[in-house]
């Protein structure tokens, strides 16, 4: 049974920092691309940061490029997201999934796929 467990999440005022870790079970985080999405409250679930192993790539969605970073430990099997110098607007809940990152029409962006986290909740205070 495949398991991905989201941690690290928090009230934070704003401009402060948190490291979220996905902790995964049943798959081998170096085997997929893994992917943090996040949900604030009453919008659409959006794609935030996402990585490949297979060819050591990177996808950052321009609202929080500059500010965070996702990286992994293939021994722990974990996936992290960096997240500084936070904004209210970083508010919701962040899930990390399985993901794909795809380029189409020149646009290119990372799409959660099978296996999902129940999520872990960050609020910035103002």
């Known amino acids: 049974e495949v398991q991905l467990v989201e941690s690290g999440g928090g009230l934070v005022q704003s401009g402060r920092s948190l490291r979220l870790s996905c902790a995964a079970s049943g798959l081998n985080v170096d085997d997929y691309a893994i992917g943090w999405f996040r949900q604030a409250p009453g919008k659409g679930r959006e794609g935030v940061s996402c990585i490949s192993h297979s060819d050591d790539s990177t996808w950052n969605a321009d609202s929080v490029k500059g500010r965070f970073t996702i990286s992994s430990d293939i021994a722990k099997n974990t996936v992290y997201l960096q997240m500084n110098n936070l904004k209210p607007e970083d508010t919701g809940t962040y899930y990390c999934?399985?993901?794909?990152?795809?380029?189409?029409?020149?646009?290119?962006?990372?799409?959660?796929?099978?296996?999902w986290g129940k999520g872990t909740l960050v609020t910035v205070s103002s």
């Open positions: 999934a399985e993901a794909v990152i795809l380029t189409t029409n020149g646009v290119t962006g990372c799409y959660g796929r099978d296996y």
